[in-house]
């Protein structure tokens, strides 16, 4: 079984940048697809990104589009969520979890969730 852990979250201005790392154990990530997913307080968990185990293809919802670049490195066993232009509507707890991904939802079945890190933008 998979175990998951986020880092990379913190405090950053408004326009500033985050690289949100996702650590796996226990399994080799390159068997997955990974989607990164966000909750702010109030608000429905959303599907921010997703990439694919197969052919390593990317897909982002509209609200970061342009702003976020997914990736992965399977030597580290590891996927990472690269976050520019942050704006106050980024701030969330933000989780990744081995899922499908599709054009649409991005993100799907998701599991093996991390507990997540904090993403807050203020200035």
């Known amino acids: 079984q998979v175990q998951l852990v986020e880092s990379g979250g913190g405090l950053v201005q408004p326009g500033g940048s985050l690289r949100l790392s996702c650590a796996a154990s226990?399994?080799?990530?390159?068997?997955?697809?990974i989607g990164w997913f966000r909750q702010a307080p109030g608000k429905e968990r959303e599907g921010v990104s997703c990439?694919?185990?197969?052919?390593?293809?990317?897909y982002y919802a509209d609200s970061v589009k342009g702003r976020c670049t997914i990736s992965r490195d399977n030597t580290l066993n590891s996927v990472y969520l690269q976050m520019t232009s942050l704006t106050p509507a980024d701030p969330a707890v933000y989780y990744c979890?081995?899922?499908?991904?599709?054009?649409?939802?991005?993100?799907?079945?998701?599991?093996?969730w991390g507990r997540g890190t904090q993403v807050t933008v203020s200035s």
């Open positions: 979890a081995t899922a499908y991904c599709s054009t649409s939802p991005i993100v799907n079945r998701p599991d093996n």
């Open positions: 226990g399994s080799t990530l390159e068997y997955y697809s």
């Open positions: 990439i694919s185990s197969s052919d390593g293809s990317t």
